[in-house]
């Protein structure tokens, strides 16, 4: 069975739950109903996850998301961020929102 989270929603999930980990990885799995092997398929590899920030801005992550269709309010609580601050990085950067709805 494939796992019904997405995957910014495992990245957040796992940076809550304090980083990378094989038991982390397998309440994921749990969480998922699937197994191990397949949350790893959906996840970056565990030396991205460990490399990437567990607060602040990333940008890259920022602009993987956005080219996903997230909006700003998704993209912002997935980086434990203020959505003004993704608004601020969009709007540098000439992007327009993905969704003015859900922006708000």
Same mark, same amino acid.
């Given at each position: 069975?494939k796992p019904?989270?997405?995957?910014? #929603?495992m990245?957040?999930? %796992?940076?809550?739950? $304090?980083?990378v980990?094989?038991k982390?990885?397998? /309440?994921l799995?749990e969480?998922?109903?699937?197994?191990?092997a397949?949350?790893?398929e959906v996840l970056?590899?565990?030396?991205?996850l460990?490399l990437m920030?567990?607060?602040?801005?990333?940008? #890259?992550l920022?602009?993987? %998301?956005?080219l996903d $269709?997230?909006?700003d309010?998704k993209?912002?609580k /997935?980086?434990?961020?203020?959505s003004?601050?993704v608004?601020?990085?969009?709007?540098e950067?000439g992007?327009p929102?993905?969704?003015?709805a859900?922006n708000?």
């Amino acid at each position: 069975m494939k796992p019904y989270m997405s995957k910014p #929603e495992m990245i957040r999930r %796992l940076r809550n739950m $304090g980083g990378v980990s094989e038991k982390n990885y397998k /309440i994921l799995a749990e969480l998922n109903s699937c197994r191990v092997a397949q949350v790893l398929e959906v996840l970056p590899t565990e030396e991205a996850l460990t490399l990437m920030p567990q607060a602040g801005f990333d940008a #890259e992550l920022a602009t993987s %998301l956005y080219l996903d $269709g997230l909006s700003d309010r998704k993209i912002a609580k /997935i980086l434990c961020v203020a959505s003004k601050s993704v608004w601020d990085w969009r709007t540098e950067n000439g992007l327009p929102p993905n969704n003015i709805a859900t922006n708000r």
